[in-house]
């Protein structure tokens, strides 16, 4: 069965820092991949989205990677802020056409100042 | 501005009592989806539709059920059936292959 594994522990870094968070999956070979910043009691906010051709994405501080072969995608915020503390969700497109995103659990990033 | 909007914030109910949740969206998309989101856990797939008069069950779909009447609008009812309604609901919607847009969410507490 389609699996998505985001670590389940929170990350905690020091501002300034770059975080990185990994999404993992198996058993599928999604189109492509998105990441949503999701805040306490809040709805997901939209992020990136990187197809399977692409290797890599950035916009600002964000950059996203793409690997088909190791089925993982990492998310880096670079200079990292206290205002970056935030659950990242990753989603694959799984239903192969008709876009119907799959979730994974999210990882909680905390930047200390 | 453009938007979708959910109501209420929060909402309670006694058990056994059908309750429906309130989705709004004036983006114009054609796609809309529920989703149900527990402490610690992702984001679970409802119900979805991608065009009016049409919807399709997700994964967790049991004792939950929606209309998709307007476009704009995609109303979800958690019926007495659903055994663990307490939940915090996300209704989201988005164009065909591209990014969702959530809404703020609906709290819905059963007791």
């Known amino acids: 069965s389609q699996k998505i594994e985001q670590n389940s522990e929170a990350l905690n870094i020091q501002e300034g820092k770059t975080a990185t968070l990994t999404c993992n999956y198996t058993?599928?070979?999604?189109?492509?991949l998105q990441w949503y910043r999701q805040d306490p009691g809040r709805g997901p906010v939209f992020l990136l989205l990187?197809?399977?051709?692409?290797k890599e994405k950035r916009k600002e501080r964000l950059k996203v990677t793409f690997d088909t072969t190791l089925k993982q995608s990492l998310f880096h915020i670079t200079a990292s802020q206290p205002a970056d503390s935030a659950t990242y969700l990753c989603a694959l497109d799984i239903s192969g056409g008709s876009y119907i995103p799959t979730f994974g659990r999210g990882t909680s990033l905390i930047v200390h100042p | 501005d453009g938007g979708i909007t959910q109501s209420p914030k929060y909402l309670f109910r006694k058990e056994g009592q059908n309750v429906t949740l309130s989705c709004e969206q004036n983006?114009?998309?054609?796609?809309m989806y529920w989703y149900r989101q527990d402490p610690g856990q992702g984001l679970r797939l409802i119900y979805y539709s991608q065009i009016v008069n049409d919807f399709q069950k997700g994964d967790i779909a049991e004792g939950y059920s929606v209309s998709r009447e307007k476009k704009e609008s995609f109303p979800l009812t958690v019926t007495s059936a659903q055994k663990n309604p307490t939940a915090f609901y996300l209704c989201?919607?988005?164009?065909?292959?591209?990014?969702?847009?959530f809404g703020p969410g609906t709290r819905l507490t059963v007791t």
């Open positions: 989201a919607s988005s164009t065909e292959m591209d990014e969702q847009y």
């Open positions: 990187i197809r399977e051709n692409e």
């Open positions: 983006l114009n998309h054609d796609a």
């Open positions: 058993n599928y070979s999604p189109a492509y």
